[in-house]
């Protein structure tokens, strides 16, 4: 199964999660999400989210030197990203408690007429 359509709506979510525990930069937040189980995500599928959640003001970002060479792209979260982040995480909440109910039968079982 191709989880790109999956992977694009959460994959926001979960960069605003690891900007809004502070300011970062691109390969980081790739680091990061690999940690937490994101693998084979590459830098092309990361900065275009990147771009795309600082052209709706969500984060902003900065230029400046690192210490281990050329200039870097600091992202940080704005008001409105906190904002944003806030609400993601209630409907990711509520969509994946729907989704795992209607996936395992749970829905039937409270109702009590499993088929």
Known sequence: MDDSQL???VLEGCILAIIARGE???YEILAELEK???ENLLEGTLYPVLTRLEKKHLI???KAKSP???IRKYYSITEEGTQYFEEF???YERISNSARKVLSGEY???KGDRS
């Open 68 to 70: 281990y060479g050329p």
């Open 108 to 110: 039937a079982e409270e």
């Open 89 to 91: 995480q209630i409907s």
């Open 24 to 26: 970062t930069y691109g």
């Open 7 to 9: 992977l694009r709506g």
């Open 36 to 38: 937490g189980g994101f």
């Open 60 to 62: 902003s970002c900065r």
